[in-house]
């Protein structure tokens, strides 16, 4: 099987954020689950991290939009940001993660701000510290 379509090993636990998260929000234009999954598959194992267990690796999304390729990052526990110039998208897309995270208790960090030429960045910093495997906690998302 090729790589880019190879589950992870079982030894390794993606996230403690179910895919879910990436089904559950349905808009017109979303793109689809399966191709963002193997997207991102692509880029890791055709990085010089292929080869390794799935480690935190940064997801750059320029038209985020939704947020599914943001949202599979992080159940692949990537950190990942996001970058849409449509400001009911982003909105909607940080509404939507903040009403998730609050509905499955997952504990969070969010921070909104304001600035000059972007207009807002909203922050999460998703977990907590203190788990055994806390390199790579908390995960950071911006919108």
Not at 41 to 62: E, I, K, M, T, Y
């Amino acid at each position: 099987m090729a790589p880019s379509c190879a589950p992870w090993p079982s030894s390794v636990k993606p996230s403690y954020l179910s895919e879910d998260i990436v089904a559950t929000r349905r808009y017109k234009g979303k793109t689809n689950e399966l191709l963002t999954k193997f997207l991102l598959n692509v880029a890791l194992f055709s990085s010089a991290f292929g080869d390794q267990p799935p480690s935190r690796l940064a997801v750059l999304d320029p038209l985020c939009g939704g947020g599914t390729t943001l949202f599979q990052a992080l159940v692949y526990r990537f950190d990942a940001w996001g970058i849409h110039r449509a400001k009911r998208d982003i909105e909607s897309t940080e509404a939507f993660l903040r009403g998730y995270l609050r509905e499955m208790d997952i504990p969070f960090e969010h921070r909104a701000e304001r600035l000059r030429q972007v207009r807002r960045r909203y922050t999460f910093r998703i977990g907590q510290g203190g788990r055994p495997d806390n390199a790579s906690w908390p995960m950071p998302i911006q919108l």
